[in-house]
Structures are given as structure tokens and as C-alpha cells.
Nanobody, 119 residues
Framework: QVQLQESGPGLVKPSQTLSLTCTVSGGSITTNYHYWSWIRQPPGKGLEWIGYIAYSGSIYYSPSLKSRTSISRDTSKNQFTLQLSSVTPEDTAVYYC???????????WGQGTQVTVSS
């Protein structure tokens, strides 16, 4: 059973960088054809896909967030990370990490972590 767990600060000040880590257990992040994603849900809004890092290490970002987003991984720790720079209160959301297969639909999710951007 694959499990994902997000970790990181719950409060970030405007203009700073939001940093989150997803720790994966029960499966390797280098296993073929899995895509390790970051997704967020602002209050009162739908899910927004941020980007993913593939099993191969290739990375793809949502065009709307690309200029501020960096996703990386540490295969020795079976973790992948999200950094979102120059945050504003509009970046306040529940942030999820998730695994998707080739079809793109996530099949395993972390429980989500609330991140609030406020001074």
C-alpha cells in the first residue's frame, strides 16, 4: 500500500517561498510510469494541479505557476519537494501530494496540509 505524507510550515509570509516535502512509503518514486504530483485546493475553489516529477526525473509544471514553481526529488529518501516562490495570500490552500499513473489520474493521495500565506 502506497502512502504519501506532506510536511512543511503551515504559515508563510507574503513574498517568501513556500516549501513542502512529500514522503512516500510502500513504493519507490523511481518505479516506471508513475508521476508524483503536487495539487492544491484554495478555500471555496476546486483542485488545481501544480506540477509533477516523473519516475524518470523529468518535470512538468502548470503554465500558470511555472515561473514560481520548482519541484525536485531525493531518491535516497524517497521524497519529492515543492517550492513556490513569491507567495501571496492567493496561494493559501490545502496542498496535496499524489501519485498518478500513465493515464494521469491520481490513485494515491496524501492527507493534505493547510498552508496559509499571511503576515
Amino acid at each position: 500500500q502506497v502512502q504519501l505524507q506532506e510536511s512543511g510550515p503551515g504559515l508563510v509570509k507574503p513574498s517568501q517561498t513556500l516549501s513542502l516535502t512529500c514522503t512516500v512509503s510502500g513504493g519507490s518514486i523511481t518505479t516506471n510510469y508513475h508521476y508524483w504530483s503536487w495539487i492544491r485546493q484554495p478555500p471555496g475553489k476546486g483542485l488545481e494541479w501544480i506540477g509533477y516529477i516523473a519516475y524518470s526525473g523529468s518535470i512538468y509544471y502548470s503554465p500558470s505557476l511555472k515561473s514560481r514553481t520548482s519541484i525536485s526529488r531525493d531518491t535516497s529518501k524517497n521524497q519529492f519537494t515543492l517550492q513556490l516562490s513569491s507567495v501571496t495570500p492567493e496561494d493559501t490552500a490545502v496542498y496535496y501530494c499524489a501519485r498518478a499513473g500513465s493515464a494521469g489520474t491520481p490513485d494515491y493521495w496524501g492527507q493534505g496540509t493547510q498552508v496559509t500565506v499571511s503576515s
